[in-house]
């Protein structure tokens, strides 16, 4: 047993690392701290004097990150030169007054601010962002030349002689190039976007449009959302939509729910969840359409997790992130149990792990919010954590970083046997099955 087994340096160290999973002053996840460090160490390197390896007040001006913030206006050359003095007393820097500046300069521009920055990015252009989402699998994912080559709109451009092959891979490469990877990400198919939109530019009537390129953009989007379906059709395209999730799910061979599979599975299975969430808006079908009250008795019961295209999820090697520090262990998969006792609402998960089992219990309910995603009023399952337990631990969960991934959920699908869940944000996607 674990009891008898663990000596005491080996409790230490896992306590140790326990502790790494609480929420502390700094809320970004490791993986982003390293990475983070090596891109300010690749600026600093860049930008500084091959004599002395510093960098003076008037290297960092021109520095872009600084030059961009300027002309938002988030900072001014007057706020650079403060934090510059006061990050070093001489006419220069190291790199660890370097990093010690750049911490002032991000407090200073409010970078904590940038989920908020992406969300107002999606709003501005909330039609893209739901094309994107069609093409992608979900808002934070990305796409390839080829993904774009066969967005609906293209097609038609290409066909109609709007534009040519050529010139749309120069596009696609200019914004790829700038983002420094063979794909783009929601932010690089925004400026795609506007860089299409100025091939049709007038000199005399320019045309702008934040959401799609000015050719013909309401009747592509006309199509895409087309409502003219007779409910017998749309019903069975519903049907054919969730065969083919599942036979996605099940034909990859999925153990631990999709984490570590690889982009181009999770692509392909995100986008045939997508499809179901976009037949079922207005199908019977969809519990959620029934309201809250229809849907909290349905919730009930024990589901299993299919499927997840959850970053945080795969970071962590799981749900509680347990799979990372514990000798052994290996996320294999989870099970979630919501009880239904009047007004009393329980919720249990249950983390597989190999040899290892974690219960993670709480409280459940069902909120009408509004997506942050697509700006219309859902409902969202909240998950408040109370206690997480796993061999001789019995820890408290209500700071427990990991498990923000599923803590705040919207609700777009859901039948007898099948839930689609969607993140608030982040918009990762979650299929569950029920037991």
């Not at 300010?40 to 001006?61: C, F, V």
């Not at 006419?91 to 908020?116: A, H, Q, R, V, W």
């Not at 049907?239 to 599942?246: G, I, N, P, R, V």
């Not at 181009?264 to 009250?293: C, F, H, M, P, T």
Request: aromatic share 8%.
């Amino acid at each position: 047993s674990i009891e008898s087994s663990a000596d005491k340096k080996t409790v230490f160290e896992l306590l140790k690392s326990v502790d790494d999973l609480f929420e502390d002053d700094d809320d970004d996840d490791d993986e982003d701290d390293e990475n983070g460090s090596k891109r300010l160490l690749y600026e600093y390197e860049s930008m500084a004097d091959k004599s002395d390896g510093s960098i003076s007040l008037e290297r960092l001006l021109k520095w872009e990150k600084i030059t961009e913030n300027v002309e938002k206006g988030l900072v001014t050359e007057k706020d650079v030169k403060r934090l510059f003095s006061e990050a070093t007393k001489s006419k220069s820097m190291d790199f660890e007054k370097f990093e010690k500046f750049n911490l002032s300069l991000e407090e200073k521009i409010g970078c904590e601010n940038g989920p908020k920055l992406f969300e107002k990015l999606v709003e501005a252009n909330r039609k893209l962002s739901e094309e994107f989402i069609r093409l992608a699998g979900s808002i934070e994912s990305s796409v390839s030349r080829k993904d774009v080559e066969g967005w609906k709109y293209v097609s038609e451009m290409l066909r109609d002689g709007d534009t040519n092959m050529m010139e749309l891979r120069s596009i696609f490469e200019k914004v790829a190039t700038k983002n420094s990877q063979n794909e783009i990400d929601f932010e690089g198919f925004v400026e795609f976007n506007e860089k299409l939109n100025d091939l049709f530019v007038d000199d005399e009537k320019p045309v702008k449009s934040p959401a799609m390129p000015a050719k013909k953009p309401e009747k592509i989007i006309q199509k895409m959302k087309n409502v003219e379906k007779s409910p017998k059709i749309l019903e069975k395209t519903l049907e054919q939509a969730k065969a083919e999730l599942m036979e996605k799910i099940h034909a990859a061979g999925i153990s631990g729910c999709g984490v570590g599979i690889g982009l181009d599975y999770s692509k392909s299975i995100a986008r045939a969840a997508q499809s179901v969430i976009e037949l079922s808006q207005q199908s019977e079908k969809n519990i959620v359409n029934k309201g809250k009250e229809v849907c909290i008795p349905s919730l009930a019961g024990e589901w299993r997790l299919l499927f997840t295209s959850s970053k945080q999820m795969a970071f962590n090697k799981g749900l509680t992130g347990i799979a990372g520090t514990f000798p052994g262990a290996n996320f294999i998969g989870l099970r979630q149990k919501l009880d239904e006792d009047q007004q009393m609402l329980d919720c249990t998960y249950f983390e597989e792990l190999g040899p290892l089992e974690v219960t993670i219990t709480g409280d459940w309910e069902v909120r009408e919010v509004t997506s942050l995603i697509t700006g219309v009023k859902s409902l969202a399952m909240d998950v408040t954590t109370k206690r997480v337990k796993y061999g001789i631990f019995n820890m408290i969960g209500e700071r427990w970083k990991p498990l923000r991934a599923m803590a705040l959920l919207d609700i777009v699908y859901l039948d007898e046997d099948i839930r689609i869940m969607r993140g608030q944000t982040a918009n990762a996607l979650f299929v569950l099955e029920k037991k």
